[in-house]
Nanobody, 116 residues
Framework: QVQLVESGGGLVQTGGSLRLSCAAS????????MGWYRQAPGKRRELVAQ??????AIYADSVKGRFTISRDNARTVDLEMNSLKPEDTAVYSC???????????WGQGTQVTVSS
């Protein structure tokens, strides 16, 4: 079992910045991938940024050059979001895929709202 707790998020104007943080606890050594997804109202959940099992960072095309994912250790993953746009408004959720079956674990989600 892995537990994910997110912090950060909030309301920001267009062009502003926010930082999200995700802290994992429990069986963290079973984590294969860890990253962030988002879901805007009426839209499907989409991958924003993620560290793959090999440690590579991957990004959605829509956030490349503006968002940066980083990790301090096996337990914490941050998402630095710059040059935010109204279309970045969504609930952002931390995700970890664990074990041989890559079972999904999710945080509670945090709201990011970018005003125009």
């Amino acid at each position: 079992q892995v537990q994910l707790v997110e912090s950060g998020g909030g309301l920001v104007q267009t062009g502003g910045s926010l930082r999200l943080s995700c802290a994992a606890s429990g069986n963290v050594f079973s984590i294969n991938t860890m990253g962030w997804y988002r879901q805007a109202p009426g839209k499907r959940r989409e991958l924003v940024a993620q560290f793959t099992k090999s440690g590579a960072a991957i990004y959605a095309d829509s956030v490349k050059g503006r968002f940066t994912i980083s990790r301090d250790n096996a337990r914490t993953v941050d998402l630095e979001m710059n040059s935010l746009k109204p279309e970045d408004t969504a609930v952002y959720s931390c995700n970890a895929q664990c074990g041989s079956s890559f079972l999904d674990y999710w945080g509670q989600g945090t709201q990011v709202t970018v005003s125009s």
